[in-house]
């Protein structure tokens, strides 16, 4: 079994910065890929964010230049960075994982998401 769970979301004003947590838990090998993503209300959901397994990094143009991913492996942690945060970044993200197991299978995990508002 494979846990992932977010946290860091909440209210900040425009401008500010939040950083997002996503915790991979369980018979965990390791962790091929991770990507943020987000869905606004009446919107499809949106790539934000990925992370291969290399550590080279893709982001959206819309969050690229504001937002950063950095990893602690040794944690099977996923880190989003986000600066110079707008209205229109206000969101539930989630995060997606590939990751290998004990088994040796590949497995996709989602965590719950986590709300993000952006507001004055």
């Known amino acids: 079994q494979v846990q992932l769970v977010e946290s860091g979301g909440g209210l900040v004003q425009p401008g500010g910065s939040l950083r997002l947590s996503c915790a991979a838990s369980g018979s965990i090998l390791s962790v091929y890929a991770t990507g943020w993503y987000r869905q606004a209300p009446g919107k499809q959901r949106e790539l934000v964010a990925l992370m291969q397994g290399d550590g080279s990094t893709n982001y959206a143009a819309s969050v690229k230049g504001r937002f950063t991913l950095s990893r602690d492996s040794a944690k099977n942690t996923v880190y989003l960075q986000m600066n110079s945060l707008k209205p229109e970044d206000t969101a539930v993200y989630s995060c997606?994982?590939?990751?290998?197991?004990?088994?040796?299978?590949?497995?996709?995990?989602w965590g719950q998401g986590t709300q993000v508002t952006v507001s004055s």
């Open positions: 997606n994982a590939d990751i290998i197991l004990l088994t040796g299978e590949l497995g996709d995990y």
